[in-house]
């Protein structure tokens, strides 16, 4: 069942928290849909992540598209935000909107997600004046933390990181991103103290991943973190809801044992 981005509007006034998942193909989406994830992001971590690029910044819009429809066609029916791609917002708002309505026309996202959105406000507006809802990053990142001096390395433990003297000023970005008219705010490394005090400083739904927690209005977490699976898993058992990535190598290396052997191999679609 698809919810709006109002409903969830509704949700932050009720007190009631919204759960996301940043997913980059149909099969988790489809997955992530099924069990009841309010909404779907299709993150530009992508690159790193799945694609295997060095960092975020390699990935183009054209090349974006593909997983932006993927996801689409994962879950039609799914509320469906995605990044815009380093490049267009910084350029100019112009550039921006033009990748936004490619993103909704040829992706079929519903919203999309602008990094940095306190200092790109005349994106997040003339996005949001082009009919594309917004959902605004903010926060600390491994790409905006040189702006509060701090380290990438710091944040590694990014929940103890923030120092108090930086709540008012995050405060005021929040707004910022309100008032250039963005729907909701994805918050980042911000910490029980700060989190809950710009959650309680807007009216749009604040809801983070990174070093975010149930003060927020909701949590957004990766689909392969959540379930244990990636390269970066197999020798580091993850702290999470289960362990894929070992479970598919123990699967691969059983196959490969059986086709050695001679013995017939499980699976097969369709098939027992």
């Known amino acids: 069942m698809t919810i709006s981005i109002m409903q969830i509007r509704e949700m932050k ?10 997913v980059w193909d149909a099969p988790t989406a489809h997955i992530a849909h099924e069990c009841g994830a309010d909404f779907l992001i299709v993150g530009d971590s992508v690159g790193v992540n799945l694609w295997g690029h060095s ?8 090349d974006f598209l593909v997983a932006v429809k993927a996801v689409r066609r ?17 350029i100019d708002p112009t550039e921006a909107v033009r990748a936004a309505i490619r993103l ?6 519903d919203l999309v997600k602008i990094d940095a959105a306190p200092d790109f406000p005349e994106a997040v507006t003339a996005v949001t004046r082009a009919g594309v809802p917004v959902f605004a990053q903010m ?26 003297e930086m709540m008012e000023q ?9 008032r250039a008219g963005a ?14 005090a710009i959650t309680d400083a807007v009216g749009i739904p604040v809801i983070g991943g ?19 699976y990636g390269t970066k898993f197999l020798d580091n058992p993850p702290s999470a809801y289960a362990y894929t990535a070992q479970t598919s190598r123990d699967a691969v290396t059983e196959l490969l044992g059986d086709i050695r052997s001679g013995k017939q191999i499980k699976g097969g679609l369709g098939r027992k």
């Open 13 to 22: 006034e009720k007190g009631v928290k919204s759960a996301a998942l940043v």
């Open 55 to 62: 960092n975020n910044l390699e990935i183009t819009l054209d």
């Open 74 to 90: 994962g879950a039609p029916d799914a509320l469906v935000c995605a990044d815009i791609p380093y490049g267009p917002v910084q």
């Open 104 to 109: 909704v026309q040829e992706g079929g996202a």
């Open 139 to 164: 926060g600390l990142s491994p790409q905006s933390g040189s702006k509060y001096g701090i380290s990438i390395g710091d944040l590694q433990q990014p929940e103890s990181l923030v120092p108090d």
């Open 170 to 178: 995050l405060i005021q970005e929040a707004q910022v991103c309100e």
């Open 183 to 196: 729907a909701m705010i994805d918050l980042t490394n911000a910490g029980p103290v700060i989190g809950a």
């Open 210 to 228: 990174m070093g975010g927690g149930p003060w927020l209005d909701g949590r957004i977490r990766m689909f392969h973190a959540a379930v244990g």
